[in-house]
């Protein structure tokens, strides 16, 4: 009787350690992060404005003169004018941003944290539970998402590109779109051990999607298939809420629908980041 009471309150214990979420905990995992990322901001400093000066300046500026040729291909703004190739760039590109600054704390983060740093397995023997580290992670992806989106987005309004007013759209849009697809990778890469996975992850999914999910051009012109895969990407749904906040070119789905198709892959990617979490860090 003795052996089978030890057994069942085993057992309760663990359903209780790899089911359960705190909000608290999930706040302690996020002010680790953010302890971490203190030690080494000034390093991202330097590229988080190199890079908005660099693509506005070259693409926007430079190549955006030779579309405007053909200015009523790209939409139309609030006002009823036709949206210019800069206007239709730019908060394209500090969603776009956010989502990729995301998807790298998604890959690279889980690596460190699981493979070259461990420091979850370290956690796990605290009071922290694999739920708490998934949410905290999650909020760590979003918030750096963020950041970077904020500093892209205040350099593309200090050049003109686009207006104070559309900074928070745009923002927001980054802000879930890297939520999404970081939690999503996270889900994914936590699950594994092999450097291969993360530069796959990488290739294959992160820079393909930055190029194809209508970042630079509108994903009508690509052909049927390639159209409708970029339709399905976070980047695509992120791209066009942004646009609709900052420029008002309408939502092709409605704006609801887009945020839907987000939050929906938020809670996915965190299902699988909660439960890969209980496997690799209790097995």
Do not use: C
């Not at 956010?98 to 493979?115: D, N, Y």
């Not at 539970?129 to 970077?148: E, K, Q, T």
């Not at 892209?152 to 759209?169: E, F, K, R, T």
């Amino acid at each position: 009787m003795t052996t089978q009471t030890t057994e069942a309150t085993e057992a309760t214990e663990a359903t209780t350690i790899t089911s359960g979420i705190s909000l608290a905990g999930a706040l302690r995992s996020l002010e680790t992060e953010w302890l971490t990322y203190r030690q080494a901001w000034r390093g991202s400093v330097f590229s988080s404005f190199l890079g908005p000066l660099l693509y506005l300046g070259a693409i926007g500026f430079g190549l955006g003169s030779l579309v405007d040729a053909d200015s009523g291909v790209l939409g139309t703004a609030r006002d009823g004018s036709p949206v210019t190739y800069l206007g239709f760039l730019a908060p394209a590109l500090v969603a776009a941003t956010g989502v990729q600054v995301a998807a790298g704390e998604g890959i690279f983060g889980t690596m460190a944290r699981t493979k070259w740093r461990r420091t979850w397995f370290t956690a796990i023997g605290t009071p922290l539970m694999p739920g708490d580290l998934a949410l905290g992670h999650v909020l760590w992806i979003s918030a750096r998402g963020g950041l970077a989106a904020v500093v892209y987005a205040l350099v593309a309004v200090v050049l003109g590109a686009m207006p104070l007013s559309g900074v928070l759209p745009a923002v927001g849009a980054g802000v879930l779109g890297g939520m999404s697809l970081g939690a999503l990778l996270t889900g994914w890469l936590v699950r594994s051990s092999e450097e291969h996975m993360m530069n796959a992850a990488q290739r294959f999914v992160v820079i393909p999607m930055f190029l194809f999910s209508g970042v630079f051009f509108p994903v009508d012109q690509l052909p049927g298939w390639m159209a409708a895969i970029a339709r399905l990407t976070p980047m695509w749904h992120a791209v066009v809420l942004a646009r609709q906040g900052a420029v008002g070119i309408a939502a092709p789905w409605g704006t609801w629908t887009h945020l839907g198709y987000l939050l929906a892959l938020v809670a996915v990617g965190f299902a699988l980041a909660a439960t890969g979490m209980r496997k690799r860090l209790l097995a």
